[in-house]
């Protein structure tokens, strides 16, 4: 797996654990250990499909309790597995703390070379928080971790906001020209610095192309190259299988399902998932979505790099898009199976089996 040694070494070093699985079944109770210059529990994620290249790690925060302050020399996003808390994210030349409150499901930003200290707000439960950044990548150009924390540099226009507060809720956006995706599929995207509730979030635009009548929410945070997308796809129903780069984080905020990937030709790796699953499609693996619940499933997946290519862009539809077409009759086989030991039945339409170009019938979405 390629790796930056200086990340490698520094993750070594914290004494926490570090996975190195294909998924990890539950963040909310994944076993983490105390990590002692943080003050808190917490263990890093280096999945298969990260290649290394981008950090992920999940902490702990104790019921009552406030984390020492933090500064990273990379935009972190941060993702609630569960808990309720409140963070303050400041800068020391002038300007208010920004503080705000977050619970289960939600989605915020933390600039680069903001202080940011985060406290759990119940008594007597404790908050866990998943982090994603490229710090990786950040680091295998200096090979000096330490530049990265705590470092005094600010650059106090990263934590000004044209109109409204900061941390106020993400407002949707006509089509950005430099999307990750092809230019004219998409209605709209949501850009701000706070997603209040992943789980219940209903702003939502047709996700054409991939099939099982998907939604999604395009999600950019404000002067940031970090990306997400949320997609949100029906009951009883699956995605086309497709592939791209590694470092796409994927996080289960509700739902009941599976998760097939495989390199060309090669083995299927099966990730069962639900609420707090985590998995990682490696490098150009095929990965394919199955809804076996009762409702619709959502999956939060943080993008890579867009320099490395790691986005869901598909360079090239025929190569990189398995459509239900041309998909091996085991899929479809599974599936069913799969619904049939939960008393349900497939909901994916026929014509899906038969036509290429067949596509889900989407109610018209009025761009911002
Ligand atoms: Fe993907």
Redesign the pocket.
């Known amino acids: 797996m390629p790796s930056c040694p200086t990340y490698e070494q520094w993750i070594q070093d914290q004494g926490i654990p570090i996975y190195r699985d294909y998924f990890v079944e539950d963040a909310r109770d994944l076993k983490l250990e105390p990590w002692i210059s943080r003050e808190c529990n917490g263990a890093f994620l280096q999945l298969v499909g990260q290649e290394g290249v981008v950090e992920t790690r999940v902490i702990e925060i104790p019921p009552g309790k406030t984390l020492p302050p933090l500064k990273m020399g990379v935009d972190e996003a941060i993702y609630a597995v569960k808990g309720q808390g409140l963070t303050a994210v400041w800068g020391t030349q002038g300007g208010a703390k920004k503080t705000f409150e977050w619970n289960a499901h939600s989605l915020f930003l933390i600039p680069s070379n903001a202080s940011y200290q985060m406290s759990n707000m119940s008594g007597t439960e404790p908050a866990r928080l998943l982090i994603y950044s490229y710090l990786p990548v950040a680091v295998a150009a200096t090979t000096d971790i330490e530049f990265f924390i705590n470092n005094p540099y600010e650059n106090p226009a990263r934590l000004e906001a044209t109109e409204e507060s900061f941390y106020s809720q993400a407002k949707a956006v006509k089509e950005d020209p430099n999307s990750f995706r092809a230019a004219g599929k998409i209605e709209q995207f949501w850009v701000g610095n706070f997603f209040p509730d992943l789980q219940a979030w209903d702003k939502l635009t047709p996700f054409y192309g991939r099939g099982a009548g998907g939604k999604a929410v395009y999600i950019h945070f404000p002067n940031s190259e970090l990306t997400a997308h949320m997609s949100v796809f029906p009951s009883q129903t699956y995605k086309k299988a497709?592939r791209?780069g590694p470092g796409?984080v994927i996080i289960i905020p509700g739902g009941e399902g599976y998760s097939v990937m495989w390199p060309e030709g090669g083995e299927k790796v099966i990730v069962p998932w639900h609420e707090g699953s985590v998995f990682v499609?490696p490098n150009k693996y095929f990965?394919q979505h199955f809804n076996l619940g009762g409702t619709p499933a959502r999956y939060l997946?943080f993008h890579a790099p867009p320099q490395l290519k790691l986005s869901?862009k598909i360079e090239d539809i025929r190569r990189d898009q398995i459509e239900y077409t041309m998909e091996s009759g085991d899929v479809r086989e599974r599936f069913e199976g799969e619904l049939a030991k939960r008393n349900l039945t497939s909901l994916m339409p026929a014509q899906a089996y038969e036509s290429e170009t067949y596509e889900w019938q989407y109610e018209t979405t009025t761009p911002a």
């Open positions: 497709h791209h796409v499609p990965h997946a869901e």
